[in-house]
């Protein structure tokens, strides 16, 4: 399943590869990209993890950059 997020607020390009980084290593996450230039994040993982692996990858968004909001695209 795929899963496409707008990351409002995100102003940092290093802070984007940190994000898509850990978002990536999360268990049940196939595949996450993330779009400095159009803000866009996109989670590919299982099914049955997508709920708990946003909530996580919202967890790590606000972490590493804080004021940065994650919204469904």
């Not at 997020?5 to 995100?10: S, T, W």
């Not at 196939?30 to 803000?39: G, I, P, S």
């Not at 909530?55 to 804080?66: F, G, N, S």
Request: aromatic share 2%.
């Amino acid at each position: 399943m795929k899963k496409t997020f707008r990351l409002e607020g995100l102003d940092c390009a290093n802070c984007a590869a940190k994000i898509e980084t850990a978002v990536g290593k999360l268990e049940g996450v196939k595949e996450a990209t993330v779009n400095f230039m159009t803000t866009k994040m996109v989670i590919e993982a299982e099914d049955e993890k997508m709920t708990e692996i946003i909530a996580e990858a919202e967890k790590l968004v606000k972490k590493i950059e804080p004021g940065t909001v994650m919204k469904k695209a």
